[in-house]
């Protein structure tokens, strides 16, 4: 992908739509730049521990909205005592 942009004043620059659709750029998230044999090379970063940034996956966040979905409309599951719960437990490691 090539494209222009425009130095404006206060020497902002505006990214295309096209760009920040491709690469998924929101308002608020954190850009890096270096500087490259005279090129700017601008990447996405994500702030959150990388053990922790599977959970935050389009992927994940929509089985998240969908769990979330079900509470909302059936509720709760079944509550269990911690005699249930320690049977439980116990029947998956054995």
């Known amino acids: 992908m090539m494209g222009r942009m425009e130095v404006r004043n206060r020497n902002q620059v505006t990214l295309p739509k096209s760009l920040t659709k491709t690469l998924a750029i929101r308002e608020g998230d954190i850009l890096e730049y270096t500087i490259e044999g005279g090129k700017i090379i601008i990447t996405p ?21 969908e769990v979330e979905e079900e509470i909302a409309a059936k509720g709760h599951g079944k509550e269990y005592t911690a005699d249930e719960i320690w049977g439980e437990i116990k029947r998956a490691t054995d």
């Open 45 to 65: 970063k994500t702030l959150v521990p990388k053990v922790q940034a599977w959970y935050w996956s389009k992927e994940w966040q929509a089985a998240e909205k």
